[in-house]
């Protein structure tokens, strides 16, 4: 198959450094490698990774609460150009990031090609010990990776492009068509908002009272079974075991071998069009030990999502 590739280096929506370094870390672990020689694919785009030095302004106040607004913006709509531009020509699209902000950018590229390409919205599987559903005026901590959800399903918006204004119709995706699995850190003002409009939503509690298999098929009869999938995945929705490095580790999180289930399920399904890896942050374990594994456990993740463990 024809893979698009893009590698953002990006620590903009969230405070601690060292997440820009994921994909650098994730790439020298021998996983474009892998996904070329082992499981075959033809990547296109350039594996280096985007710094996006350039779009970062002198000054970057904090509007409506927001931390970097100008910088995550900027940043998220040249990338949802570039997965644009990948989606548009038929590819799959595997974003390595960064921190989760960048959700933003990937979510209107792959809605806008596949609405293009397809005619179809897209469906969005969001793995996560949290649930990124904060608006800029509800979320305590300011930082956008707590808000992609919002502002790519316009429940967060603003007229001014600069501050994500940039993101027109065609590129929102529907919260009817997003499914949530492995939430076990949710705020107060996130849960009002699942509830009042009925997202569907497997926390940990779920995922041990039906098991990761139930949970998926679950999770697959409510987006329909011939809807494009855009695979979201921080790897903080697995447990601090397999993944310790990381910016907002949770306890009692999904198994690695969950982890590897929920991505090989969605590669059966045939219908998966992108792919996102996020919140790798080599420098927060407290062992060189735990860094390694969380690597070795998104790469894992990665290729599952890309076949690798199917027969
Ligand atoms: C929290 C933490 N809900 C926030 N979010 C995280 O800052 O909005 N997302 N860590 O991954
Ligand atoms: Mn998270
Ligand atoms: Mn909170
Ligand atoms: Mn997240």
Request: aromatic share 6%; charged share 25%.
């Amino acid at each position: 198959g024809d893979l698009g590739f893009v590698a953002v280096g990006f620590s903009g929506g969230q405070p601690k450094d060292g997440v820009d370094a994921g994909p650098a870390a994730l790439i020298d672990s021998g996983l474009l490698h892998e996904i070329r020689h082992e499981l075959g694919y033809r990547i296109h785009g350039d594996t280096d990774v985007h710094l996006y030095r350039d779009l970062v302004p002198a000054s970057d106040p904090d509007y409506r609460g927001m931390k970097n607004p100008l910088t995550v913006s900027a940043v998220n709509r040249e990338l949802a150009s570039q997965v644009y531009q990948h989606a548009s020509q038929g590819r799959l699209v595997l974003t390595l990031g960064g921190d989760h902000s960048i959700a933003i950018g990937t979510l209107a590229g792959s809605a806008r090609a596949a609405r293009e390409r397809l005619g179809r919205d897209i469906a969005v599987i969001w793995v996560d010990a949290h649930a990124d559903i904060n608006t800029p005026e509800i979320s305590d901590s300011g930082n956008i990776h707590g808000m992609p959800v919002a502002f790519a399903s316009g429940l967060a918006r603003d007229d001014k492009d600069e501050y994500f204004g940039w993101i027109q119709d065609d590129m929102r995706v529907s919260v009817k068509k997003l499914v949530y699995i492995g939430l076990r850190d949710v705020d107060q003002g996130e849960k009002k908002i699942l509830r009042e409009h009925g997202i569907k939503a497997f926390s940990m509690f779920d995922v041990d009272r039906h098991g990761i298999g139930r949970v998926m098929e679950m999770a697959l009869a409510h987006i329909g079974t011939d809807t494009p999938i855009h695979l979201s995945f921080d790897v903080d929705a697995l447990d601090p075991m397999w993944a310790p490095s990381t910016g907002t580790p949770v306890r009692g999180g999904l198994t690695l071998r969950e982890g590897d289930y929920i991505c090989e399920f969605v590669h059966q399904t045939g219908q998966l069009v992108a792919i996102d890896l996020v919140e790798v942050n080599p420098s927060l374990a407290t062992t060189e030990a735990g860094a390694l594994e969380t690597i070795r456990a998104g790469c894992s993740l990665v290729r599952c999502a890309l076949g690798e463990t199917l027969l």
